[in-house]
């Protein structure tokens, strides 16, 4: 008996070298085939009134379930069926405004091609993905999309891999052109995943976020620079507005500032705000993304931005750590 550590570690990366190479390939070969057959497809799914039913048997069942959530993440309603859950009850999922997409590398699979009578007789549009356009799912589809491989990059050429690697690329090439096709944008993508960290940054805008109302800081231009001392102490975000006699954003006084007032002035005792502070100061809108808010502060190298309305007061206070606790950073 061998034993399989004693195999020289080039080997190994030559295997995997070999796999990859071959996996590329096959997903290289998909692009000559493509035809009318995928633009078909996505007209059916774009009349669709109901949901893109997905279904697959082994492994391609698994790239089926991978392809209904990237459809469904992505502007599509779609849901993944179990071929052989559906002939014991789950074929009541599927109704005649739905679209069907059966995978099947054969496209023989018995308990994919044992829908075909009920989605005739429902009259519900059958879209397939096999590896033989000649099969049984390919020709009694209304669209078939061809994911057939010249070789599995298993060395028997036996285990699922080329294949289900075209399968999986083919299915984000369909759910890319109907992205696409939908106008589906950022902002659409982060409602469909509001519990993630990019859902947050698409979401959250500054007014999510910021300090208002008593937690704001805000001096009088003309006061004492002990009073903004006091201000940016008493409310802990590193900064205080300064603002003139319309309560407009005339500066900023923050902790950076302090240090260049001690750096340039032995006497503080007699110094007003007005001749210490930052003019005209950062300052960010409600309505923008935390996360631009973020990328104003990473380039000017601050911790907080004075958040203003459109006639240029102050009404909130933004600080990084407020965007780093919400998951925006």
């Not at 399989?4 to 570690?9: F, L």
């Not at 990366?13 to 071959?22: C, D, I, K, Q, Y």
């Not at 997903?27 to 697959?56: K, M, N, Q, S």
Request: proline share 5%; hydrophobic share 45%; charged share 20%.
């Amino acid at each position: 008996m061998t034993d399989d550590t004693s195999r020289p570690a080039d080997g190994l990366l030559n295997s995997a070298v070999r796999t990859l190479t071959l996996e590329q390939q096959a997903i290289a070969a998909l692009i000559e085939r493509l035809d009318g057959d995928f633009e078909r497809a996505c007209e059916l799914i774009l009349a669709c009134r109901g949901r893109v039913v997905v279904t697959g048997m082994g492994k391609s069942g698994h790239i089926a379930g991978k392809i209904a959530a990237t459809l469904a993440s992505t502007g599509t309603p779609a849901f993944f069926v179990h071929p052989g859950e559906a002939s014991h009850g789950d074929l009541g999922m599927i109704t005649p405004g739905d679209v069907v997409l059966a995978l099947s590398n054969s496209g023989e699979t018995a308990e994919v091609t044992a829908l075909l009578p009920l989605l005739k007789r429902l009259g519900t549009p059958l879209i397939s993905m096999t590896g033989r356009p000649g099969s049984t799912l390919a020709r009694h589809a209304d669209a078939h999309l061809d994911a057939g491989v010249e070789r599995e990059a298993c060395p028997l050429d036996l285990a699922p891999t080329s294949s289900t690697t075209a399968s999986l690329a083919l299915g984000d090439a369909l759910a890319v052109a109907l992205l696409e096709c939908r106008g589906f944008t950022a902002e659409d993508f982060a409602l469909s995943h509001p519990g993630g960290s990019l859902g947050k940054r698409l979401l959250l805008r500054v007014s999510d976020l910021m300090h208002q109302g008593s937690r704001l800081p805000r001096v009088a231009l003309g006061s004492p620079l002990r009073d903004a001392l006091l201000e940016i102490t008493r409310q802990g975000l590193g900064f205080t507005c300064v603002v003139d006699d319309d309560g407009r954003l005339a500066g900023v006084y923050t902790d950076g500032d302090l240090r260049r007032t001690l750096d340039q002035h032995s006497d503080l005792s007699g110094l007003r705000v007005d001749a210490v502070m930052t003019v005209p100061g950062k300052r960010v809108a409600p309505d923008m993304l935390a996360a631009e808010a973020v990328r104003i502060m990473d380039d000017s190298r601050i911790t907080a931005l004075a958040v203003v309305d459109d006639e240029g007061r102050p009404v909130g206070a933004l600080h990084m750590h407020d965007l780093l606790a919400s998951g925006v950073i």
